[in-house]
């Protein structure tokens, strides 16, 4: 295997088929996936159980037991995505079942989000298509013909406290307790259900723990995870080499496997995150459990040949801001400045 898919071409064997390598990975295991429910909510009920204890003694042990308890959520959370895409179980009804507890959980109403979802696997890397489950980017050309108001907008939205602490927060305690207008009678009552759900949630927990003690608990741990879910999903498409297409030139394999990144974790964190650092695979294939997509990786040179992001090497995404058609790259506020500079300088 010669070429790689983030060389600058981006090509690819002729003879490639994709969807013939993934299929058998497709498959979704009962065994695999009953033991990912009882390795995650067992410690993670374990854990709110060790909460009210530690809290009667000293808010020192309570905290880094929430804190612990956020990261646990993180891969709930996956479970309840794999759910949404139908690919955790083989029955669809047990995909719902479990994706329904699963989004009460992680405070998210299961049909609208995975209409939603779709939305966003759908147009994925498509610059004409932004808007809809993604992290805003405007163009540079947006940027600068946008006016005053809108521009400060786009720096407090971007701004890392804003788009990895508030965001998170806005989007799983407010947001999503709405109902996107274009949704349909599924999509809305899936809200208005899991709004009650969540409530019935909090409502038990505080007969245990004191609403106050609860509410300060919950919101550590949900600090920990929209954190680190937000940072996980910023990163799988804010990335150096990432693809952008207008309509006439998206393509959904390059989108997949050059606008996703392969983030590159420590196997603790790989754990925690179900394997989503292999974005590049779930975008090509979301029918692949999350359980699955290691083992999928390592099937093929082409989709071992994607360049990984690092951990280390993500902090990067961090100065990423606007996307550059000229360069066809993500720039920072930064490169305004030397613009600017340039069309000031005499020629």
Known sequence: ????????????????????????????????????????????????????????????????????????????????????????????????????????????????????????????????????????????????????????????????????????LGLFLVKQRFTNAKANDRERYSVYWMNAAIFFMAAVLSSFFGIGTYLLLQLVVLIVAGTSGVWLFYVQHQFEGVYWERSENWDYTAAALQGSSFYKLPRVLQWFSGNIGYHHLHHLSPRIPNYNLERCHKSDPVFQSVKPVTLLGSLKSLTFRLWDEQRRQLVGFGYLRQLRRQQQSPT
């Not at 309570?62 to 309840?80: E, H, K, M, T």
């Not at 992680?106 to 808007?131: I, Q």
């Not at 540079?140 to 006016?147: C, F, S, T, W």
């Open 1 to 168: 295997m010669e070429e790689s898919v983030n060389s600058e071409n981006g090509s690819l064997p002729a003879d490639w088929d994709w969807k013939a390598i993934v299929l058998k990975y497709q498959q979704p295991s009962l065994g695999r996936a009953v033991w990912q429910l009882v390795n995650t909510l067992g410690p993670l009920a374990l854990l709110w159980v060790l909460m009210y204890f530690a809290v009667q003694k000293s808010w020192w042990l309570a905290i880094p037991l929430a804190a612990l308890a956020g990261a646990f959520l993180v891969r709930v959370f996956i479970i309840f995505h794999d759910c949404g895409h139908g690919s955790f179980f083989k029955s669809s009804k047990a995909n719902d079942i479990w994706g329904f507890i699963t989004g009460m959980l992680t405070f998210t109403p299961y049909f609208h989000w995975r209409w939603e979802h779709s939305v966003h696997h759908a147009t994925s890397g498509h610059l004409d298509k932004r808007g809809v489950g993604d992290v805003r980017t405007m163009t540079v050309e947006e940027y600068l013909q946008a006016p005053r108001w809108q521009r400060f907008n786009y720096r407090l939205v971007r701004n890392p406290f804003v788009l990895f602490v508030l965001a998170p």
